[in-house]
């Protein structure tokens, strides 16, 4: 195995932590990999990996060498990307996570456009609402939602998440329309999250962020759940606008408190810090980021 092909195969191994997961990305044996693996040590003189029986970690001269080696490999695949698009479309797999609803209602058709775009490259996405480490778990592009933590991955922010308190017809004709923040505790709400006991939504007055303590009726992890209920006339609830946009344009739901809007979060593209991003991470990026932008279709009611 050539040089190049050592180093990719090292940044594989400590990328998805195991040479047998980096072996299967690369469409070699583990016994190639770790031969490669060896050969850049003896070439190198120093240690690069710590192996145990379950996983395989890089040693401190490893992370040294996986910055430059994966900056190198991210380049020469960018470049090689560049010339082929000269001629040809880019190819390759391109491994995409996503939450599972933004994932079924705006990402599922903006991949499916994408393909059209670019129909060489192989698209393989998972969908889940746990926070994915891109680096961890072998993933070239991670979408998530929220106010983003400190972290050592790059983030590009892809389009706004605004959020809206939305009730359907019924349940406001039943209960009536709360007409300040404080009228939520006498109201059935339906939030996000993992217990009814003690929830609180944070609104504005003024500009100025409140808490505002509400009654939670029904609490889910999955926001189709609260939709769902919320359009049956179940009480209030807290979405994004990319889930309930059309029903609201509909008018399945009506907004509820628009003079005291909640917090804006944002849609970002998460992936591994590497000083040059891969051709077909940044071609799917800045489609998304083109096909969402700053007004998002959701947004249009």
């Known amino acids: 195995m ?29 016994s ?26 890089a040693t401190e001269a490893g992370l040294a060498y996986y910055e430059a080696s994966a900056d190198i490999v991210a380049r020469v695949e960018e470049t090689e990307m560049q010339v082929a698009r000269l001629h040809d479309e880019p190819r390759g797999v391109l491994k995409i996570n996503a939450p599972v609803s933004f ?13 059209e775009a670019y129909p060489a490259l192989k698209i393989e996405l998972t969908l889940n609402d746990r926070f994915v480490d891109p680096i961890e778990e072998g993933v070239d592009v991670t979408i998530r939602i929220g106010v983003l933590p400190d972290s050592s991955l790059i983030a590009r922010r892809l389009a706004p998440a605004r959020r809206v308190l939305v009730a359907a017809p019924a349940y406001l004709e039943r209960f009536g329309m709360p007409s300040t923040p404080e009228d939520l505790g006498d109201h059935r709400c339906l939030a996000y999250g993992h217990t009814t006991a003690l929830q609180r939504w944070s609104l504005s007055r003024d500009g100025e962020a409140i808490q505002v303590p509400i009654h939670a009726v029904l609490c889910s992890n999955n926001g189709d759940i609260l939709k769902a209920a919320a359009l049956l006339g179940q009480g209030i609830t807290l979405l994004p606008t990319f889930l309930v946009g059309s029903e609201i344009a509909a008018g399945r739901l009506v907004p509820v408190l628009g003079d005291h809007p909640p917090s804006e979060l944002g849609i970002f593209a998460l992936y591994a810090p590497n000083r040059y991003l891969a051709a077909k991470s940044r071609l799917l990026i800045d489609f998304l980021a083109g096909r969402f932008g700053d007004r998002p279709a959701w947004d249009a009611f």
Do not use: H
Request: net charge positive.
């Open 103 to 115: 994932g079924v209602l705006c990402l599922g058709p903006a991949i499916a456009a994408f393909m």
């Open 32 to 57: 190639a990999v770790s031969k490669a693996v060896m050969e850049l040590e003896q070439l190198l003189g120093a240690r690069l990996l710590d192996r145990t029986t379950r996983r395989v970690s």
């Open 2 to 30: 050539d040089k190049l092909d050592a180093m990719n195969a090292f940044v594989k191994v400590v990328s998805l932590g195991s040479y047998a997961e980096a072996g299967r990305a690369l469409g070699i044996t583990r």
